[in-house]
């Protein structure tokens, strides 16, 4: 594969995106580590010059007036790492932590961190051998991500675990497999490790993929379902939309005709409702509104995976050294609550598609689309369990990021608990992707009912994807199985890879 | 008074703010007159042709599929507002009223809405006469507006109440006092006057405009509180801002470098500590994020103010009319609630900032600046007071878009509750008034205390904004009635006021 | 009026609403006052050996540490009164404040708290003579109620307004009427003003009250909304919750048995549906979790007022002084919590009654219950309005309690904010008063759209007591006039009132 | 181990705990098994004589209204179980399972339910036989448990997966092993295993006995960590306490009075602090908090194990049947929603004990606690850690049980989410065993830095079982081991196994 080379400027969500799922590999652009260099160089003449500088020569939180001589250097760096890494299970997944080392190796290029060149190839080495550190989920509170990010540090000194050509192992041994010896610390390096919101924005650099995905398929099977309803699209239609000028609307409502092209919902019926309830009329809106919330995440992610967080910071240009607050990650945490608060929004209206799709009145089909043949009670009773995952929907939407101490005595004043946010949002994705399966379930037993109809071009593939799996329920089986496949299908992503080609 | 002309297309929320807040009145393009006139035809041909139309020849809700007869349309406009007239106190400001009635009549002069020439001529007249009819802030779901602003449309008629020249009475009295005889509906004027979010969008305008106005005082008297604390603003550099590259924190940033202009903190001090509490060192990140968001509502709403939300609407190109999912606000809402949640971040840190400032431990001064005398306990208790205000706010950030039922025959299965989300957001504004009013209390104080500094240009004029209100606390007074100065002087705008010719 | 006798020990709920309600006057047992003076001896006495006394001896939060000599103590009275009354508008009501200060001299007269024998008068006389200090309703923390309450002391001082025979007035002026010279502070008296979780408790017992009658009404409107639907009673029956067991469930059942007493509910229908809906079926199930946490609420709070507050405290038995935490009442903040949660579902479930009852489906009537002479188009929009009510009653069962910093130089690290808690209940009782007042409407129509049917013996009263104010709604007339004056039957307890002699 | 005789009525708490956690063999009472029959026997009889039963005669849900021939009545009850068995990973923990198991085995045996002899026989083979059906924890709306029950119903017919001695296996295997044969349905059995809110329930109970424990250890480092403050203990006496006369406050009291026994808390000190921050002086108000709401949720929770949640029921005085809402169980949801929140209290009060204990202003110890050797940063970062749990905790208490859909063809209009709820407060308990272990670490700590004190009986056991496994941290090591074994002593409650035999 193709390496994506970093220079600490131009990192794309993109190549974020293959580089954590695809594992492709990556190289530093030359001038950059010329860079990192001179950044070091100049911390070093200040540091010999007296200046105090926070977590080199002097100590980190409240031990910031505390002298560090440079023979303790290593010892120093040591003692850092492990009084802070710090968490609690369950731990990243290995895209995720891909990402955080993609993201902190690139903002290194800045050359406004101090990293040692023995630490940025560290993080080179780490991503191109697939060695990926384990980090735990929770402990940090966002402002760094100093606890867990820590964990990298550990591993790069040969300590704790990693994930390793599939497996769980002591980072000690998967180094010893690739010939790669334990990271001696130099400089201010555990400092440097650990200053980084890169565990915020990593989970999020996959929290916008991912949602990516289930917005597309979103949109899919809801179309689908309006095939299954016979509704009336005409609220879709460019013109329209155009007029009002949103752009996620317009995006989705655009996105919605493509997958409807060719379907008999565009073909006058005399029977067809004038308008149908706002959950289907206005889908697109809701996809419309998430995709509005993830342009908003997008737009600050991407500044901050090409910026340090670093404090203290060195100006490239200048060569000075300053104080900072630019591990202040709070509008990135604040528009992913947005977001969350978005998908919510997405979660309700699946749920109210459902229950219209189950009422006669508005179908003109059976009762909960039970099978004509009285085989089996239809999806009754996914009912209860869609409206169970959507009470814990409405419960992950709570916002996280006010929530924190004055700690550190008293000076860490100010938290954004980026990483308990992005979980947040990370586990409403995949609750979603439950209700999109049973969504389909839905739209597909409706289509079935609804006797031989013209389908859209995509949505007949999404219609034939769903029913390689699972066959039209009109016979006695555990509806329990279908819910699983359905999710596995949306959770495999093989819905948009069967339409990517059409 | 220049009046601002309202064509559909360009409306500013400048330009809002000035018939909201300045009674700057309105006029209509004539070439915007002309498609009102066209559209109207249109219609009116459609229905003729015997086209179904939602609100004109059908009724509305769940009695969309009832017809209605050419020579009942004046008696079913009046059933229409008289049985969607709700809501609950208290009512919306003169400013909020006002800012709805000019963005709904800008967005009927996009010619979409089939509004008769009278009905934008009421529009017109009740904004350039000031009269201001009492909408009641509770009620709506934001899905549009429709049970709040059918009040305007009660006031048109003569009924219900409006303020006028400074009095509440009878929309009749002051009509009749202007000369204007009660509205007689025509076409589908009804259904017009409530297809609309204006309540929303123009409490939002509003929100907008105190937001900034609170955002710009909150800069000043932290830039003052900074010199109280004699604090080390390396970290507000433009250079290590830019480096980092998030724009509200840039913007907020340079600001408090204006702000403190020729301030003794750019003096070299061998006291001051390396690095201070983040809610210091950081503040200007924190308005910097509630800016971001600001941008994001600000994005939404420039939109929404010059598009229209009705449903059915006429395409002004092509003349034709289609259902449409227009009204659906839920973008800007969720931008409302980060907006929200990112005040709650400026709430915890003035708190904290305060809480700092009575620390000696933090500021070398006296415990609660309590004055050297031993007259007065300082400024203690106002811990309780502002810790309280604090989890009113924490309350004030929670989502609520998302919290609807399927209602009007289970069509109605969306909605954005945008004015009560507004609503919100409003309150915790206010409240933050009182955050800051007491924060420049800890700030003069504790400049006074420290002795003769040399004041940055503009924290020099806060400083003595304040202090023509309220003297130093160093004899017995009650407390309470400093804070309550210094929440007017915010209120009021008087801090920027001053600045304004700096 | 016969006065209620306090002594400290047995004071009931029932008292406080007289005494806050009904104006009764209040006397003091002789061997209460007994108990006051020897427990000020006592401090005395203690002081005078040299014992640090938090508040008397020593000051108060942070200055805990400083003396305070004999001949400053009404100086430093003034000193605290002046530096701890704070707080933020809206003010208590003056039921809501009598309550405080009946509270607050009862748990004065167990002899723990050190209070003056004029301070104990001062009380008195306020209470008999209808003077009610104004009391902002937000600023405290709930640990204790101190910047608010502080209010009172003012007041006693002759300083701040009260309200005295229904106007506003200065304190100064109604004492002066009323022959009150305004008070000299002795001892630690302000301290013991302060120190008192009143506001809190005194919210709270007017909490009580006001739900209890709200469950009422709600119950009967109910029962009278189910005669409209022709519903199914069986599952209310005596044995059928009997067997289930929980203490409200029984309660409300049984209410709801005898409010339906000779109803047609009764009698057989062939046309009735198996079960209803389960917001119809088990209505009363919801006032009895109301009801049972309400008795949580009533437990803690009974115990509560006859207890003190004080910090420090002396111990009747054996006069010494001790430290305390005997101002914390997380345990009664956290029942209002739940308490709030509990008039939540209270909320969804008229919410979900009222929509049953506009659906022909369930009702077999007509579609919004409009009149079937076409002339209005019933209650449909109304729909929007209690679903907008219900939105902002989901925001306001968020708790809040938890939310506090650590403030008053870290030592007060704990707060129940218990009268935020108490407000926002209060909201949910009132907000909750405009849903029974809509579900009235919509009983009665029902009702009389089903035709002459019998009613209830209370349910007959209740029918009645509605359509005096509000005829069948068979004509056209605003519908927000219908929806105040229902609101208004509920405000005002007439629909209780006129079944109480049944 | 003796069997626990169950007969509907007298299952406690405790028993239940016996059969959950150790596994306690059941047994049903004689008299018990003759009211099944006779309960059975009536349904059958009304069933001939042509009612209409609900789940029998009839179908479920929207079905209701639909007949059942006698001979479909194993193929219903197939097609009941398959559509009905529904739910979300992860799994239900073998003690909640058969907790569940035992509650609706026990209200079986009322004799309300109509349950076969077989079904019941079903119950106490799995109980007894140690075959654990595999319940999804996540998919009920907890009105009652209808889809997760389901598997248990599953699991009597041999299909899914259950645990059985230790591991996961299919249904049947397990079944076959033990010689019992997969169940064939009858009567209305799969409706009696699904009526049932056991899984609400049976978690519900899991949580009393793991809150109370957690308290218990709570205490026993709260004291052991004021010890490690020095600080004063006057707050807790008996006397004091008594005075205020709350329940939780006093029971928590008495509990550290005993663990601290014979500490030098109790002797003289003159450098003791006057009064300590709320967190250390009130520290056992808060579990009195907890412990109250605790009490209210084992008072609803012990009556709903021995009363039937079913619908419809026998009475067995009569043997008449009646519909009912006795699955309502929304007063016991309610309060387990009190009961998180009051946990959020507990997190809070370490959270701020801990960051006291950091502080050398108040603990005349070093900062952070770190050695005085030099060799280690002692448990700052941990404040980072700490700080992140409890903004989880924060999140975790927003309640849920108002949230919820009108389903199954609008007529499951109201739910209490039970399940959701209890799994809520249960995260909250294991979170808040972090906190406590690292409470232990900061307690042991600084008792280890003041040097040799008398610790008390209790506290004195609490510190040596800390420092078997954790040495005091005066040399350089991964803090992160110090908080996974101080999570695990804590989890293990080897903590309280030490000290019960003092």
């Keep these: 594969m193709e390496p994506i080379v970093l ?55 409240w031990n910031k007036d505390q ?50 060149d023995d630490l940025v190839e560290m993080y080179r080495l780490f991503l191109n051998r697939g060695i990926t550190p384990r980090v735990p989920r929770r402990g940090s ?41 334990p990271y001696r610390w130099q400089l201010k390096d555990a400092h440097t490790v650990m200053l980084s919101n890169s565990q915020g924005e990593g ?36 013109d329209v939309n155009a007029l009002r000028g949103l752009p996620g609307q317009q995006q989705c409502a655009a996105r919605c005709r493509r997958y409807l092209e060719g379907s008999y919902l565009y073909a006058p019926d005399a029977h067809r409702a004038l308008q149908d309830s706002l959950s289907f009329r206005g889908g697109f809106t809701i996809t419309g509104t998430v995709t509005d919330a993830l342009d ?33 990650t709070t509008s990135l945490a604040v528009a992913v609550e947005m977001l969350a608060i978005a ?70 004043d100010h938290a954004s608990n980026l990483p308990l946010v992005v979980s947040k949002a990370l586990k409403l994705v995949d609750n979603i992707r439950y209700l999109v399966g049973m969504e389909a379930l839905y739209a ?3 289509v079935d009912l609804r006797g031989p109809v013209k389908l859209g071009k995509y949505t007949q593939t999404a219609y034939d994807t769903i029913r390689r799996e699972i066959p039209m329920l009109d016979h006695l089986r555990p509806i329990q199985d279908d819910v699983q496949k359905a999710y596995k299908i949306v959770r495999s992503g093989v819905l948009l890879k069967n339409i990517e080609n059409l």
Tied chains: 1, 2, 3, 4.
């Design 7 to 61: 220079n600490g400027h131009d990192l794309t969500l993109d190549d974020l995106d293959r580089i954590a799922y695809d594992g492709a590999p990556v190289e530093i652009a030359a001038e950059a580590m010329e860079r990192v260099r001179k950044g070091r160089r100049t911390m070093e003449k200040l540091a010999h010059e007296g200046k105090a500088i926070y977590g080199f020569n002097r100590g980190v939180g």
């Design 67 to 116: 002298s560090v001589l440079e023979n303790q250097i290593e010892q120093e760096n040591r003692r850092v790492i492990y009084s802070h890494a710090l968490g609690y299970g369950p731990y990243n997944s290995v895209e995720e932590v891909r990402a955080m080392m993609a993201i902190r190796l690139n903002n290194l290029l800045i050359g406004a961190s101090c990293a040692s």
């Design 141 to 181: 509170v966002g402002e760094a991500d100093i606890t867990t990010v820590t964990h990298i540090g550990m591993a790069f000194a040969g300590e704790n675990d990693v994930t390793y050509q599939g497996t769980v192992m002591s980072a000690g041994e998967a180094m010893a497999r690739e010939g790669i010896p």
């Design 203 to 238: 989970t999020a650099a996959v929290l916008v993929r991912e949602t990516e995905n289930l917005l597309a398929m979103s949109d899919l099977i809801y179309c689908l379902d309006y095939e299954g309803l016979n509704g009336n699209v005409e609220a879709m239609r460019e």
């Design 296 to 328: 908003v995440v997008k737009k600050f992610l991407a500044v901050q995976i090409n910026s340090p967080s670093d404090n203290p910071c060195i100006i490239p240009e200048t060569q000075e050294l300053y104080v900072t607050s630019n591990f202040e």
């Design 343 to 412: 998908l919510g929004h997405l979660s309700r209206t699946i749920n109210y598609r459902m229950i219209k799709m189950a009422d006669p009145n508005f179908t003109g089909l059976t009762r909960f689309l039970a099978p004509r043949n009285g085989e089996s009670y239809g999806y009754s009773q996914m009912q209860d369990a869609f409206s169970a995952l959507d009470a814990e929907n409405r419960f992950l939407i709570t916002p996280s990021s006010v929530d924190f101490f004055a700690i550190e005595g008293y000076i860490e």
């Design 444 to 446: 597909a037993q409706a």
